[in-house]
């Protein structure tokens, strides 16, 4: 009788759903994704699982300068774990003390463009009861937060991707990941996510 190796046949499904994805972003314009394929740091770094393929939100109006992304690092890896933010777990999130100063506003918008839904937004406080920016830490907790009402307000929308891999109600919460989170238009930013596999 042969036996299966279970970790081979899991190794193997995740190279498939990286291939497939990474078959169906060749055709775009690699700098309109934020995708494992063109992520692009100035040091290379490990990554937390597989990037999801979103769109970059576009404002009519070009961004005159964007602010550098902010990342999330956790014992030298990039990506915390987005149920580690909920429930304050930051004892390895590097800096995360350290004010983070987005912008002179109060609020930002928060940009989800998750492949197979339509185009999503929220607005996000920033700025805490003292007038000062929020820490690495509250910000992760912040978008983690943003990010999960998005999974809240679509789990019971109809996925428009054909692979249904993307289906936020296929998609464990506790196996994302919060990267980074860049700076797509005047006052909005886009959270980075990844899926670990």
């Known amino acids: 009788m042969q036996f299966k190796d279970k970790t ?27 995708n494992f ?3 692009q740091s100035p040091v290379q770094v490990p990554v937390q699982g597989v990037i999801v393929p979103q769109e970059v939100y ?9 602010n ?4 999330f690092y956790v014992q030298n890896v990039l990506g915390i774990r987005l149920t ?5 777990n930051f004892a390895h999130l590097h800096g995360a003390g350290v004010a983070v100063p ?10 989800i463009n998750w492949p197979g839904y339509e185009a999503w937004s929220d607005g996000m406080h920033i700025i805490d009861n003292n007038a000062q920016p929020y820490t690495l830490a509250r910000l992760a907790q912040t978008i983690a937060r943003t990010i999960r009402k998005f999974f809240n307000d679509n789990a019971h929308v109809a996925t ?26 005047t006052g909005s930013w ?4 990844s899926r670990q596999l």
Request: glycine share 2%.
């Open 58 to 66: 576009r404002n009519a109006q070009p961004l005159p300068q964007a």
């Open 190 to 193: 886009q959270p980075v996510i």
């Open 37 to 39: 394929m063109d992520y």
């Open 102 to 111: 987005l912008t002179q506003a109060n609020r930002i918008s928060c940009r």
């Open 160 to 185: 428009q991707e054909p692979r249904l891999d993307w289906a936020v109600n296929n998609i464990p919460f506790e196996s994302l990941y919060l990267l980074e989170l860049r700076h797509v238009s």
């Open 8 to 34: 081979t046949e899991a190794s193997s499904s995740r190279i498939a759903l990286i291939d497939e994805v990474s078959s169906n972003m060749a055709a775009t314009q690699p700098s309109a994704y934020h």
């Open 68 to 71: 550098p992304p902010v990342r």
């Open 84 to 88: 580690d933010a909920l429930q304050g």
